[in-house]
């Protein structure tokens, strides 16, 4: 868990962490997670390491949202978005 009590390492893709009904139905889960299971926008934490299960056309969104989308009004340095934009082309 990190300093929130999030969980960082998750068993399933994320569309399965964040559908509860999804979760209840998993019994094993409860009884082999030290932690209670959390759902929905409180199932990870912000510094998630892993997810189980993803599928590559899944990786491919996880990246994209991670490391390319910028979204308007969540400010960054400026530095940031340079180096950021530099990698990026620099892989292409």
């Known amino acids: 868990l990190d300093e929130h009590q999030q969980e960082v390492f998750h068993p399933f893709r994320p569309t399965s962490m964040f559908n509860k009904g999804f979760m209840d139905r998993i019994s094993w889960i409860h009884a ?25 056309s899944e990786m491919y969104a996880l990246e994209f949202l991670i ?26």
């Open 67 to 92: 490391y390319h989308l910028y979204p308007y009004g969540i400010t960054r340095d400026i530095k940031q978005y340079e180096k950021a934009r530099q990698l990026r082309n620099s892989q292409k």
């Open 32 to 56: 082999y997670n030290y932690f209670p299971v959390k759902t929905g926008l409180d199932c990870c934490s912000d510094h998630t390491v892993s997810f189980h299960y993803v599928n590559p």
